[in-house]
């Protein structure tokens, strides 16, 4: 391998003939750096973004939610809470109760998801500190409160400064009621709002989170919940104690980590990145198509060079591994240069935000996030190494044509 990589770097460096084959061979390597510098900038932004979103869905997601495989309430009595709080790495638990309820507020009036939860919420999912008005305050002095979402608040126009008129909370009574008055088919409660919380529109616009107690007198429950959630220690490995937990509360209950329960959403970006990630790799392998022109150019310069090892007994293996290693390196050369421009520019952006999203407090943040993955640098360098092993077979199919013309 010593010898023909050799002879390639040779190739490679030395002056040609005619100056079109250098020039094109310098075109082929930044054609290459830009397309393999482009792959680095958009999967790193779109790492950023990733990132950027699923810890907005963090505060309203925890780490791990087990809710009811048939069914949606199951008593805590019956469950082995016991047993999953001794599990090594669960920290804490909180219990939930949700159900859909209509607020109404003056003269308007929303379609809600009620989430009742207990003091224990707030430490498990952080949307504490994803508040934008007023408190994270479920009751105080034996009244209870309502966290409305940011979209919530709009629909209804309601203001956490407001002491003259409560929201109104109805829902559905369980089971059959009589009367033929409407009002009897719903359990009614009135109450203020202490804070406002904004995480992401589908969720600002459909919740709002009132105490656990609350909720189950509307639904007159004793100890029932519709999902109990828990907090992982970050040090323990989450899959693993996933697995525990389901092996403790059996196949009636099911377990889902914090990415399972935003599922839909995970696939969505994965599938986003991908598909641009094809797109650039698309632009690539055009661009690659000059590392054909250089080594076909090449490949007639170097006629004499050819007969001549081949009649010193070189192979024809021998041969194409030069060629083939000369369009390696041109190629490997565009991706080294365009990975370290491309880092470069990531980092200048995640440490000076180079490119603004748009004007400053429109947005959580003023500038595109950027994240860098080693993984998606072998990535690419794995992807530019394909493709120039590809563009450089083109012209070595042809190579023994060339030979055979040359000059005795």
């Not at 792959?39 to 790492?47: E, K």
């Not at 998801?113 to 919420?121: F, K, M």
């Not at 992982?232 to 377990?255: K, L, S, W």
Request: glycine letters at 8%; hydrophobic letters at 50%.
């Amino acid at each position: 391998m010593k010898f023909p990589l050799y002879i390639a770097w040779r190739y490679l460096l030395a002056k040609k003939s005619h100056n079109a084959i250098n020039i094109i061979t310098l075109v082929s390597v930044v054609g290459v750096a830009v397309g393999a510098m482009a792959l680095v900038v958009v999967l790193s932004v779109f790492n950023g973004f990733e990132k950027l979103i699923l810890s907005l869905f963090n505060a309203f997601h925890p780490d791990m939610e087990i809710t009811l495989d048939v069914g949606k309430t199951f008593s805590m009595g019956d469950f082995p809470m016991e047993e999953v709080s001794n599990i090594p790495g669960v920290v804490s638990y909180s219990q939930v109760m949700e159900e859909t309820a209509m607020l109404s507020y003056r003269d308007r009036q929303h379609l809600v998801s009620l989430r009742g939860v207990d003091d224990s919420y707030r430490h498990i999912t952080g949307l504490d500190t994803m508040m934008i008005q007023g408190e994270y305050l479920l009751s105080d002095a034996g009244r209870d409160f309502l966290i409305l979402g940011q979209g919530v608040a709009y629909m209804i126009n309601a203001s956490i400064h407001d002491y003259l008129y409560p929201i109104d909370i109805y829902v559905p009574r369980r089971g059959r009621t009589a009367g033929l008055h409407p009002a009897q088919a719903f359990n009614a409660s009135s109450h203020f709002a202490s804070g406002i919380f904004s995480v992401q529109a589908e969720y600002d616009m459909e919740y709002v989170i009132v105490p656990l107690g609350l909720m189950r007198r509307l639904l007159a429950y004793d100890d029932e919940v519709t999902a109990l959630v828990l907090g992982i220690d970050p040090a323990f490995n989450h899959n693993r104690v996933q697995q525990q937990i389901r092996e403790v509360t059996g196949p009636d209950y099911v377990v889902r980590n914090r990415l399972q329960q935003q599922e839909f959403l995970y696939r969505v970006m994965q599938s986003e990145k991908w598909a641009i990630y094809f797109i650039l790799t698309f632009i690539l392998l055009i661009a690659a198509f000059n590392i054909v022109g250089s080594l076909t150019m090449l490949l007639i310069e170097k006629r004499r060079d050819i007969s001549v090892l081949r009649s010193m007994g070189a192979s024809r293996r021998l041969v194409r591994r030069i060629f083939l290693l000369e369009g390696l390196l041109i190629s490997m050369g565009g991706a080294v240069a365009g990975i370290l421009l491309g880092g470069g520019i990531a980092w200048l952006q995640m440490h000076y935000g180079l490119v603004p999203l748009q004007a400053e407090g429109v947005f959580i943040i003023d500038a595109y996030p950027v994240v860098v993955k080693v993984a998606d640098l072998v990535m690419v360098a794995l992807t530019v190494f394909l493709i120039g092993m590809l563009a450089s077979m083109i012209p070595l199919n042809n190579m023994w044509k060339a030979t055979d013309k040359a000059p005795a």
